[in-house]
Nanobody, 115 residues
Framework: QVQLQESGPGLVKPSQTLSLTCVVSGRPITTDYVYYSWIRQPPGKGLEWMGS???????HYSPSLKSRVSISWDTSKNQFTLQLSSVTPEDTAVYYCAQLSRNWWGQGTQVTVSS
């Protein structure tokens, strides 16, 4: 059974860089020719796709976040990471990692941006 698990700091200060990790267990990511994604949900709002990364190839990012977001692999640890720079309180959200075509989702992790 494949599981995705997000981890990272629950509180980030404005202007800092948010870093989150998604560990994929139960299936080596090197066997997959699919995209893995980061999605977030701000309080009281809908889901927002942030970006996706294929095992082989370049990541794709939301146009609204492209200047601040980066997604990368750490295949040695079977995980991928999200970095979001210059955060503001508007980046407060529950952040999810997912494999959308198979509907595999992590449980989500709350990130609050506040001084």
């Amino acid at each position: 059974q494949v599981q995705l698990q997000e981890s990272g700091p629950g509180l980030v200060k404005p202007s800092q860089t948010l870093s989150l990790t998604c560990v994929v267990s139960g299936r080596p990511i090197t066997t997959d020719y699919v995209y893995y994604s980061w999605i977030r949900q701000p309080p009281g709002k809908g889901l927002e796709w942030m970006g996706s990364i294929p095992y082989s190839g370049s990541p794709h990012y939301s146009p609204s976040l492209k200047s601040r977001v980066s997604i990368s692999w750490d295949t040695s640890k079977n995980q991928f990471t999200l970095q979001l720079s210059s955060v503001t309180p508007e980046d407060t959200a529950v952040y999810y990692c997912a494999q959308l075509s198979r509907n595999w989702w992590g449980q989500g992790t709350q990130v609050t941006v506040s001084s």
